[in-house]
């Protein structure tokens, strides 16, 4: 069982930068792929970005060159910065971790970006 806990999400103008966290209840060198996901009201959730545990990073088209995601393996924690915020990235940020068969979330931090 993997337990993951977010934290740093709130409301932010528009052209700011917030950090996300998520603390993992377990060695984050033991999962596949740990990853941001986020879901705006009305749309479905989508992939944010994603890292592997040999450190492979992907990103979503709309987050590209204005998010890093990050990791302290010391610390079990991946990190979102979020830099040049926009108001569509308004939604509720989730955790994920994929470890093969089983897949862990978050109970989702909400990000708010006023115009």
């Known amino acids: 069982q993997v337990q993951l806990v977010e934290s740093g999400g709130g409301l932010v103008q528009a052209g700011g930068s917030l950090r996300l966290s998520c603390a993992a209840s377990?060695?984050?060198?033991?999962?596949?792929?740990m990853g941001w996901y986020r879901q705006a009201p009305g749309k479905e959730r989508e992939l944010v970005t994603s890292i592997t545990r040999g450190g492979s990073t992907n990103y979503g088209d709309s987050v590209k060159g204005r998010f890093t995601i990050s990791r302290d393996i010391t610390k079990n924690t991946v990190y979102l910065q979020m830099n040049s915020l926009k108001p569509e990235d308004t939604a509720v940020y989730y955790c994920?971790?994929?470890?093969?068969?089983?897949?862990?979330w978050g109970q989702g931090t909400q990000v708010t970006v006023s115009s």
């Open positions: 994920n971790a994929n470890a093969l068969l089983i897949s862990y």
């Open positions: 377990v060695n984050i060198f033991t999962i596949n792929v």
